[in-house]
């Protein structure tokens, strides 16, 4: 075999590794850095994330590789499901659409903003990147889908 003939396998098999490479990780699934809550697994955020929209206004649905959660856009909008209570039982809270949302100010910062059903088990956490405008709307959609889970208590402060 001459030195064209070895040159050009090495070149075909390295265009074959690289494409292999390329296709795994077009078909791989993306975390988008999202966590599974505690919880997480549960049947009531299996529930609530079979139930969340494929789109949530221009973003469409990307899940992640997490249980519990799903992503729209590129991370633009996160929703978490399970044991999530790091927010103060004194937090004032919101009900948009019969649900009671509580700001958890340690997770929003630099435009982006999280929100934690209150009294709901499971809980939903929803976080939302400064790419989106209208963040009411969004809690708003999300509101119709946390409905769904147990309501065990009612916030007591309202903001």
């Not at 206004?57 to 990307?62: E, F, S, V």
């Not at 435009?111 to 990147?129: C, D, F, I, N």
């Amino acid at each position: 075999m001459g030195t064209t003939s070895v040159r050009q396998l090495l070149q075909a098999g390295a265009i074959t590794v690289c494409a292999a490479a390329l296709a795994a990780c077009g078909t791989s699934s993306r975390s988008y850095n999202v966590s599974a809550a505690p919880g997480g697994d549960s049947a009531g955020c299996s529930g609530l994330v079979s139930s969340a929209p494929q789109k949530l206004g221009a973003h469409k649905r990307n899940d992640s590789d997490q249980k519990g959660t799903a992503v729209w856009g590129d991370g633009d909008v996160i929703l978490r499901c399970g044991n999530i209570s790091d927010v103060p039982e004194s937090a004032a809270c919101t009900s948009v659409k019969g649900v009671d949302w509580v700001v958890n100010a340690k997770k929003t910062h630099d435009g982006t903003k999280t929100v934690l059903s209150y009294g709901r088990s499971p809980a939903a956490e929803v976080t939302m990147s400064e790419r989106i405008r209208d963040k009411d709307a969004v809690i708003g959609e999300m509101s119709g889908i946390v409905s769904g889970l147990a309501k065990q208590k009612a916030c007591a402060k309202r903001g």
